[in-house]
């Protein structure tokens, strides 16, 4: 094997979180690698970017309501905007509106666009299909319910980092079947899981020491229990050809690279307008680690130049 390229700010958090005598989420239940995921966001991440609108909202779903969270650079909008929507990473498990409001803030300002989160349910409290489920009538909800939202949307874009990652992909995939009240105009996933089945490559080569493990993928599978035949799962299993223009970033350092390399090449390879950038020498959940990684955040402001280089061909 080759000599692996690692940043130095990047090889400082993982020395950091190999010192570190705290329990690992793998070795403990659910609740509380919730709360160890949000204290090490608090820790890590950037904090949040101040805005004019910031609301808490909630939709019907298939179990009960859903909670949302509505992130806007501008009070009020006229005219008519894609919105994206958003779905967290944390292997179906852990993580939620929290855990992800500064990366929403800051591609709300960053985007100019209305950020849509999306607080879908979680494992083994909730085990697949829940994840999908909930994070599909959401966004139909979203398409339905404009004048609630004070929103004229024009198109909708899924999007997601790691399990949110595979959920925009999975709702892409659902709403180019049987489409919602507004067209999906574009999908954002950022590292995302896409098959099941996945092995060797990347899955052993970074198995141990960059942050995702083998065993927190176990961990999360074994909540999860998700059967990996099915496209609700394993979007590569679906039919690609009907994927909207894709913006798809992977991490150097990440078990998941292989496969969203691979994905991003099965969608060129169906002709789908795509963008593929990988960050080389970063890590899995590299978007939650702005503050104590300095070029994460450089990755996330390239990442978002891309989505602004595909909206603004949307609109010619």
């Known amino acids: 094997?080759?000599?692996?390229?690692?940043?130095?700010?990047?090889?400082?958090?993982?020395?950091?979180?190999?010192?570190?005598?705290?329990?690992?989420?793998?070795?403990?239940?659910?609740?509380?690698?919730?709360?160890?995921?949000?204290?090490?966001?608090?820790?890590?991440?950037?904090?949040?970017?101040?805005?004019?609108?910031?609301?808490?909202?909630?939709?019907?779903?298939?179990?009960?309501?859903?909670?949302?969270?509505?992130?806007?650079?501008?009070?009020?909008?006229?005219?008519?905007?894609?919105?994206?929507?958003?779905?967290?990473?944390?292997?179906?498990?852990?993580?939620?509106?929290?855990?992800?409001?500064?990366?929403?803030?800051?591609?709300?300002?960053?985007?100019?666009?209305?950020?849509?989160?999306?607080?879908?349910?979680?494992?083994?409290?909730?085990?697949?299909?829940?994840?999908?489920?909930?994070?599909?009538?959401?966004?139909?909800?979203?398409?339905?319910?404009?004048?609630?939202?004070?929103?004229?949307?024009?198109?909708?874009?899924?999007?997601?980092?790691?399990?949110?990652?595979?959920?925009?992909?999975v709702v892409g995939q659902a709403l180019a079947a049987e489409p919602a009240a507004v067209p999906v105009v574009a999908q954002f996933p950022i590292y995302p899981a896409t098959r099941m089945d996945a092995e060797g490559g990347s899955m052993d080569e970074f198995a141990e020491g960059f942050l995702l493990t083998r065993d927190s993928m176990e961990y999360f599978n074994s909540h999860y229990a998700p059967l990996g035949e099915d496209i609700m799962v394993s979007p590569y299993l679906g039919d690609l050809s009907r994927s909207p223009p894709t913006v798809l970033v992977t991490a150097g350092l990440d078990p998941l690279r292989d496969q969203g390399r691979a994905y991003a090449a099965a969608l060129i390879g169906h002709g789908v307008d795509t963008h593929f950038i990988e960050m080389p020498g970063n890590v899995h959940g590299f978007i939650n680690i702005r503050k104590a990684v300095p070029s994460a955040a450089q990755d996330v402001d390239k990442m978002i130049a891309a989505w602004k280089i595909l909206i603004a061909s949307l609109a010619n």
């Not at 349910?121 to 139909?140: H, V």
């Open 1 to 169: 094997m080759t000599d692996i390229y690692v940043r130095p700010d990047v090889q400082m958090i993982l020395t950091m979180m190999e010192q570190s005598d705290q329990p690992l989420m793998s070795e403990v239940e659910p609740v509380a690698a919730r709360e160890m995921y949000n204290m090490m966001a608090a820790l890590l991440e950037a904090d949040p970017v101040a805005l004019p609108r910031i609301e808490d909202l909630t939709c019907p779903g298939p179990a009960g309501d859903i909670a949302l969270r509505l992130y806007d650079s501008q009070a009020e909008r006229s005219g008519a905007t894609p919105v994206i929507v958003f779905y967290h990473g944390g292997g179906f498990v852990i993580g939620d509106l929290e855990s992800h409001h500064s990366f929403c803030t800051h591609v709300a300002r960053e985007m100019d666009l209305p950020v849509i989160a999306v607080d879908y349910r979680l494992a083994p409290e909730a085990p697949f299909p829940a994840a999908p489920q909930d994070s599909l009538a959401a966004t139909r909800w979203v398409a339905d319910n404009q004048q609630q939202l004070k929103l004229e949307i024009s198109g909708l874009i899924p999007c997601g980092d790691s399990a949110g990652g595979n959920l925009a992909l």
